[in-house]
């Protein structure tokens, strides 16, 4: 990475769980910058807190010199004869999944006292969400996703406005933040897709017919804000692919893209009936860029984008997100009363702190204006109510508490929700 981005919020976390006993394992999408964040900010905070730099092994072990050491027992070897004292020692292992038995080799040394342990991997099995269990519940996950917006802004060149258009189109992963052509953006996210993400997933689960993933990543792509399940994209194969894919293959499929962090689902929630509902649900992409990519940067709807790119910056921020469903009572036309259900974006939760949130693109009439509240309206509890808008607006509220924040300020402050 040729120009220097702080990623203070992973630094935190790992700085955080130092000397904890735990294997700290770095997990994202590939290409999200784990790798960078380990071997440089890490290592560099170690070294200006006066580590020696003998006391740091590192290792990637992707690379051909260090071909020897992903036989377990040579590496093995080779980190016990480097710990020579008793001070504490910090082991970096990247691309650890070219390891042979790397689970073994890795609680074969958690047993040291003195050493604290780091890892990354950025293939399809390594970037299985359930890794942790391979250590027998002695791994400490941190998530790494792609650029928030506040993150990409540190170089992007330009106002914050066309920031945004860049990022909206191309996503955040940092080697794409840092290109300077739009031919050089496409091209590295539709060949990334197509050479890296694709075949790992093909290798990992023995996929024959790969042309039925690239179309459910297609379909789910152009439902980005859409609620579906596995049910309603089969409907859709049979009617505008004529596939007549089974439905368990499908939900097959979404698991595996799932598990490579390329999309994430987000529960449907009750609000008033305190539940989870199950399907239908929402599926989002970890990066913006890359569903782009794969629809060829044809469906450009700035509304679920930007729905897309607010579920992405509060799961970063360390939300448990789920989108909402609230029930209203309405008189139809005959004057019966009949219920309603009402959407609500999403619904973040972290701790004892809770916010409702709204995405809309623009207010430009009252009756946008009362579309967005009218489900906030009808949450009888205490937590925050917000509508984040695209429009530039002051921080501001409403007779009835619901707070309307302008999406710049949701993006760039990093408390922005308690404006």
Known sequence: MTLKISRDKYLEDLIGRMHNGLIKVITGLRRSGKSYLLF?????????????????????????????????????EYIESAIVDDKQYYIFLDEVQMLEDFEEVLN?????????????????KFLSKDIITQFRGRGDEIHVFPLTFKEFMQIYDGDEYHGFSEYVTYGGLPLVATMKTDEQKIKYLKNLFEETYLKDIKERYKIEKLQEMEDLIKVLASAVGSLSNPSRIADTFKSSLKSDISMNTIKNYIVYLEESFLIHEANRYDVKGRKYIGTPLKYYFEDVGLRNAKLEFRQMEETHLMENIIYNELRARGFQVDVGMVEKKEKNKKGFYEKKRLEVDFIANKGSNKYYIQSAYSLLTPEKVQQEKN???????????????KDVIKPQRDDNGIAGISLFDFLLEENSLEL
């Not at 074969?108 to 399809?124: A, C, F, H, R, W």
């Open 40 to 76: 440089d900010i890490f290592k560099n905070y170690l070294l200006e807190h006066n580590t020696d730099e003998k006391h740091i092994i590192e290792m990637s072990l992707d690379q051909r010199k260090n071909k020897q050491y992903r036989n377990p027992d040579i590496i093995l």
């Open 108 to 124: 074969s040394l958690l047993p040291i006292k003195n050493l604290d342990i780091y890892v990354t991997g950025s293939n399809s």
């Open 375 to 389: 489900s906030l309206l009808n949450i009888n509890d205490s937590f925050k109510k917000i509508i984040i808008v």
